[in-house]
């Protein structure tokens, strides 16, 4: 029974440490509050890890250390690179495989879909926060002193998923309200369901090819938001959708009093033109096929229905 260190309780994190819990591994699962899923084989720890000295202690003993932590969105150029680092350290210091979270900030805009190998050309600050983190990791690699290799996603879906369709379309629709939309509504975006990324990180890390490159999540819908938003509202059996495009200039007002929605701007280039992420080498590769889109929305849907834990 190995053990797995995940530094992070979010919806991935957690689904990650539900599927190695349930295929009988060990996990520990550190997180600034001790929180997260309650299985038998999940050990929940209440740590900083941002703290080297403290990670690298309880990631001893692990095979692999799994980095799906996010700082609030607006902390960052601030937060995320000292925490990269620490989970890095952790892993050269143990001797345990680092594998990473990570999104398609790095890749900036570009005018096709990106595939496994696209050039990283960041044009926002979070993504030359993200690029930077990954390529710092690679070198680590590259000197032979660790094993690392990045599972990239797309804008996630699924029960507590945090992304802007989530945020500002999704919650709207399951409550019949108008959703406004940072974007096109009408082009094709790639979307990932939350156990999907799950599902590839740990395939990630148990292939013997994964290490010292970049894969992708394969999508669970390409379909425009404004398509999603409608299945979205079938699945809840909610009237139809009113989703308006919200405009540069709303968004950068409602930015002055929110400081997590200023950020949304500099990303305004993935939502107002197609954005495709290319996974056809990692299911290949590792064998990942996405869950079907419907049954993602059924999720979401049925979370609306759920008490309050």
């Given at each position: 029974m190995?053990l797995?260190v995940?530094?992070?309780?979010?919806?991935?994190?957690?689904?990650?440490?539900?599927?190695?819990?349930?295929?009988?591994?060990?996990?520990?699962?550190?997180?600034?509050?001790?929180?997260?899923?309650?299985?038998?084989?999940?050990?929940?720890?209440?740590a900083?890890?941002?703290?080297?000295?403290?990670?690298?202690?309880l990631t001893?003993?692990?095979?692999?250390?799994?980095?799906?932590?996010?700082?609030?969105?607006?902390?960052?150029?601030?937060?995320?690179?000292?925490?990269?680092?620490a989970?890095?350290?952790?892993?050269?210091?143990?001797?345990?495989?680092?594998?990473?979270?990570?999104?398609?900030?790095?890749?900036?805009?570009t005018?096709?879909?990106?595939?496994?190998?696209?050039?990283?050309?960041?044009?926002?600050?979070?993504?030359?926060v993200?690029?930077?983190?990954?390529?710092?990791?690679?070198?680590?690699?590259?000197?032979?002193?660790?094993?690392?290799?990045?599972?990239?996603?797309?804008?996630?879906?699924?029960?507590?998923?945090?992304?802007?369709?989530?945020?500002?379309?999704?919650?709207?629709?399951?409550?019949g309200s108008?959703?406004?939309?940072?974007?096109?509504?009408?082009?094709p975006?790639?979307?990932?369901y939350t156990?999907?990324?799950?599902?590839?990180?740990?395939?990630?890390?148990?292939?013997?090819?994964?290490?010292?490159r970049?894969?992708?999540?394969?999508?669970?819908?390409?379909?425009?938001?404004?398509?999603?938003?409608?299945?979205?509202?079938?699945?809840?059996?909610?009237?139809g959708?009113?989703?308006?495009?919200?405009?540069?200039?709303?968004?950068?007002?409602?930015?002055?009093?929110?400081?997590?929605?200023?950020e949304?701007?500099?990303?305004?280039?993935?939502?107002?033109?197609?954005?495709?992420?290319?996974?056809?080498?990692t299911?290949?590769?590792?064998?990942?096929?996405?869950?079907?889109?419907d049954?993602?929305?059924?999720?979401?849907?049925?979370?609306?229905?759920?008490?309050?834990?």
């Open positions: 190995s797995h995940i530094v992070g309780a979010g919806a991935t994190g957690s689904a990650t440490a539900r599927l190695l819990a349930a295929a009988g591994e060990r996990v520990r699962l550190v997180t600034r509050r001790g929180s997260g899923p309650l299985h038998e084989r999940i050990e929940r720890v209440t900083d890890a941002t703290d080297t000295a403290r990670l690298i202690e001893r003993g692990a095979t692999t250390v799994f980095n799906c932590a996010m700082p609030p969105y607006d902390r960052w150029p601030a937060e995320f690179p000292p925490l990269a680092a989970v890095l350290a952790a892993a050269e210091r143990t001797g345990a495989a680092y594998v990473m979270l990570g999104n398609v900030y790095g890749y900036g805009p005018d096709e879909a990106a595939r496994e190998d696209h050039p990283l050309t960041p044009t926002s600050i979070k993504g030359r993200r690029a930077r983190m990954w390529q710092n990791a690679r070198a680590a690699h590259d000197a032979g002193r660790v094993r690392v290799t990045e599972v990239r996603a797309s804008d996630f879906l699924g029960a507590d998923a945090y992304s802007p369709f989530t945020l500002m379309v999704g919650a709207q629709v399951l409550a108008t959703a406004f939309y940072p974007g096109d509504p009408h082009a975006h790639s979307w990932t156990v999907d990324a799950a599902r590839t990180l740990i395939a990630a890390a148990r292939h013997e090819e994964s290490w010292g970049a894969w992708h999540v394969p999508s669970a819908s390409e379909a425009p938001a404004s398509e999603l938003a409608a299945r979205l509202a079938a699945a809840a059996g909610a009237p959708p009113r989703l308006e495009r919200m405009t540069r200039a709303e968004l950068e007002e409602i930015g002055r009093t929110d400081p997590v929605m200023a949304f701007s500099e990303m305004l280039y993935l939502y107002d033109r197609p954005s495709i992420l290319d996974a056809s080498l299911a290949k590769t590792l064998d990942i096929t996405p869950t079907p889109i049954e993602v929305l059924a999720e979401m849907a049925a979370q609306r229905t759920q008490p309050a834990a």
